[in-house]
């Protein structure tokens, strides 16, 4: 296929089955069939129309489609799996994953509690299976190359977060859609785009141990918000500023100020369809430097860190402490905009 990645895989693709074949299920499809690190065998979609929209899918032309997740994991010779819906049904989806052996990519949030996510977890150590997030930004080239500056002491102690990632794309979504749910997306600011910042900012400062958070409808009439402000404490600290909106044109900042200097990202598009980065960076002393990123296939390279870690090439670089710390910090979120209050992140038992 035309623009498949040619960095060549070590054994035969990892063979797997895709759950769920709305937007971003689409988008997986194609991300992985450009890629030589995957073959997808199998997608499981309990839509009816939507399943009868797949037969002219071309993406999907030698893939066979079950109506039920159980049927898809039935399949022999399927290595792994990708999660593709709704948030609720992650946990349970996860373990019956895991009892059937295979390796498990699971979109963001991992969850909604930290008692699902604790459990599904465990199921996959237990049967030393492969664990991914779909928390693409960690993969994003100037993102790790900050991490990369703050590990060498570049910006000194880091003192403050200040994050935003906005948009209106869910004007576009039909009023019953589930991402719209008070029910499987609750606090939708967070859901869909702010925990991609709770997740970097406990990439870069570690668990969060306390937190205050305030949600509304300002813009929209989305029954489950579209406007949340998030501030999260950390045992050193120092904090993390959110931002999060649904009802406004796109934004996306991610800025990190320590006691040397401070480095701000800007987003010039969407990440769905990245056009690239513009970077400031501050050192003391220094005069302000401006710079331009060309825009990174993300997405693909979190999805063929998966490949690669269920290959043995290289470990998955998200653990599975950050990832029930993020899960952690999720459901403190919602208690907070529950009660209107400071509230403490439960801490993680090692």
């Given at each position: 296929m035309t623009g498949k990645n040619t960095s060549k895989p070590t054994t035969l693709p990892v063979k797997v089955g895709l759950v769920g074949y709305g937007w971003w299920g689409k988008n997986i499809a194609?991300?992985?069939?450009?890629?030589?690190?995957?073959?997808?065998?199998?997608?499981?979609?309990?839509?009816?129309?939507?399943?009868?929209?797949?037969?002219?899918?071309?993406?999907?032309?030698?893939?066979?489609?079950?109506?039920?997740?159980?049927?898809?994991?039935a399949q022999r010779g399927l290595e792994a799996i990708i999660l593709c819906t709704p948030h609720q049904q992650h946990a349970d989806q996860m373990v019956a994953a895991a009892h059937a052996g295979l390796h498990i990519f699971c979109e963001k949030?991992?969850?909604?509690?930290?008692?699902?996510?604790?459990?599904?977890?465990?199921?996959?150590?237990?049967?030393?299976?492969v664990l991914g997030i779909g928390h693409e930004r960690r993969f994003e080239p100037e993102i790790m190359a900050l991490r990369e500056l703050i590990a060498d002491g570049?910006?000194?102690?880091?003192?403050?977060?200040?994050?935003?990632?906005?948009?209106?794309?869910f004007f576009a979504l039909p009023k019953d859609n589930w991402r719209l749910s008070n029910k499987h997306a609750p606090v939708g600011p967070l859901t869909a785009t702010g925990i991609h910042l709770v997740d970097l900012s406990i990439a870069l400062l570690g668990p969060c141990e306390s937190l205050w958070a305030r949600l509304a409808t300002?813009?929209?009439?989305?029954?489950?918000?579209d406007t949340l402000a998030i501030?999260?404490?950390?045992?050193?600290?120092a904090n993390?500023?959110?931002?999060?909106?649904?009802?406004?044109p796109f934004e996306g900042r991610f800025a990190v100020y320590g006691s040397k200097g401070w480095i701000e990202i800007r987003d010039r598009t969407h990440p769905e369809n990245p056009t690239g980065w513009d970077i400031t960076t501050v050192l003391r002393g220094q005069a302000p430097q401006t710079r331009f990123a060309?825009?990174?296939?993300?997405?693909?390279?979190?999805?063929?860190?998966f490949a690669?870690?269920?290959?043995?090439?290289?470990?998955?670089?998200?653990?599975?402490?950050?990832?029930?710390a993020n899960v952690a910090a999720l459901e403190a979120v919602m208690t907070s905009v529950q009660s209107r209050s400071l509230v403490s992140v439960e801490p993680l038992h090692r």
């Open positions: 194609r991300q992985i069939a450009s890629s030589i690190w995957f073959q997808l065998a199998a997608v499981a979609e309990v839509d009816p129309d939507a399943r009868n929209a797949m037969a002219s899918d071309p993406v999907l032309s030698d893939v066979a489609v079950f109506g039920s997740t159980e049927e898809l994991m949030p991992l969850c909604l509690t930290l008692a699902d996510a604790t459990r599904a977890v465990a199921q996959c150590k237990a049967k030393n299976l570049a910006l000194g102690e880091i003192l403050q977060i200040e994050a935003n990632f906005s948009q209106d794309k300002l813009g929209s009439d989305f029954e489950n918000g501030m999260m404490g950390f045992p050193n600290g993390a500023m959110i931002s999060a909106i649904l009802a406004t060309p825009p990174h296939p993300t997405v693909l390279a979190n999805l063929e860190a690669k870690a269920i290959r043995k090439v290289a470990p998955y670089p998200v653990t599975h402490q950050e990832m029930l």
